[in-house]
């Protein structure tokens, strides 16, 4: 496995739209690995290939409290959500900014598993925002896409200390 770099904003390739991945290889579980060993080295809950310049639909994700159940999800698709769930959201592509989204309380989620194999989970909360955030990253949106304009007024300064930070 191999900690990969991950892009942060404003990075324009954090725009990009993901592509599906057509055949689950060992090539797609090298990316999922690696993926998991990044997020877990950078105390992530959640991580997107996009994050990493990867553009294949696909991300991990462990909310757990040991750190010890991940969860692989390949081509990722919400097939239903229910309910609005306001709660605050960090991301490894914004260090250091926290700020509230409101996302769907609860959703139904079909993916390929690490095997290739269908899935289907619905899940709640913390889990619910944090597939919504990762199925985001795979469409080129990142959380401050969510928040009002006076909300990302407010932000700004940070943000500004961040892209000169990175310059
Ligand atoms: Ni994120």
Redesign the pocket.
Known sequence: MAILEILTIPDPRLKTVAKEVAEVTDHTRKILDDLLETMLEEG?V???AT?ANIHERMFVMDVSTGKNEPIHFINPRIIETFGELEME??????PGIYAKVTRPQKLTVHYLDYHGKPAEMTVEGYAAKCIH??I??LNGV??LDHLSPLKRKMLEPKLKKLAKHKA
Do not use: N, T, Y
Request: aromatic share 6%.
């Open positions: 992530g959640g991580l997107a994050q959201e960090g991301c490894l592509s914004i955030h990762e985001d990253h990142v959380f």
